[in-house]
């Protein structure tokens, strides 16, 4: 079945400091891939997506791109801000597990000021 | 703005009880899902459902129920709770797109305490 690997955290960064957050994916077919963000005491809200091979999805200041060929949508931000403090999650949907999203374990980041 | 809307916040209940968490959402979606979210453990589906009296098993069923009789609606049920399931539960619904169900529109959570 189809399964997504987050980079293992907590992590923690100093405000202003480049982010990157490792996502690889196991699917058959052709997924879309997401990452959702969830601040403090909230649920989850969408923060990026892309939909096929090469697409990078981008708000925020975050950015990640669809490679097909390392099975990966890695995020990365330039310059985070304490106000990125959040759990960040890939997740992807219509691979395998068809019209269910699968979820990595998520990713806490904290940024100190 | 749209809206995914879970009837409690927090909820504490006695081991053994009928508890109902309640979900409602305002963008006419096919899909609805109940997840629970525990430490260390992310997110994990309990059951979902893509039409109106539909639903099917997610990964962790055992313990729960589900009720879907409007389109907007969605409940999760236990039958008698445990303390094992003491949780975060979070609905979340998405438009039908076949095998892709898209972007996931979620709620606040319901942070559910069993004693």
């Known amino acids: 079945g189809d399964s997504v690997t987050q980079m293992e955290g907590p992590v923690t960064l100093s405000e202003e400091a480049f982010l990157t957050i490792n996502c690889t994916y196991t699917?058959?077919?052709?997924?879309?891939l997401f990452w959702y963000v969830q601040y403090p005491g909230e649920g989850l809200q969408l923060l990026l997506k892309a939909t096929k091979a090469d697409d990078k999805g981008s708000n925020k200041g975050f950015e990640a791109t669809y490679r097909k060929e390392t099975t990966s949508f890695h995020l990365e931000k330039g310059s985070v801000q304490v106000s990125d403090s959040a759990v960040y999650f890939c997740a992807l949907s219509g691979g395998t597990n068809a019209g269910k999203s699968t979820f990595g374990d998520g990713t806490t980041l904290t940024v100190k000021p | 703005d749209v809206k995914v809307t879970q009837s409690s916040r927090y909820l504490v209940k006695r081991t053994g009880e009928k508890v109902f968490l309640e979900c409602v959402q305002d963008?006419?979606?096919?899909?609805m899902f109940w997840y629970r979210q525990d430490p260390g453990l992310g997110l994990r589906l309990i059951y979902f459902?893509?039409?109106?009296?539909?639903?099917e098993k997610g990964d962790i069923p055992e313990g729960y129920s589900v009720s879907r009789e409007k389109k907007e609606r969605f409940s999760l049920i236990l039958e008698s709770a445990s303390t094992n399931q003491t949780s975060m539960y979070l609905c979340a619904s998405s438009f039908h797109l076949g095998m892709n169900t898209g972007e996931l529109f979620f709620g606040e959570g319901s942070r559910l305490t069993v004693l």
């Open positions: 699917a058959t077919g052709y997924p879309s």
């Open positions: 459902s893509y039409d109106v009296k539909m639903k």
């Open positions: 963008m006419d979606h096919e899909n």
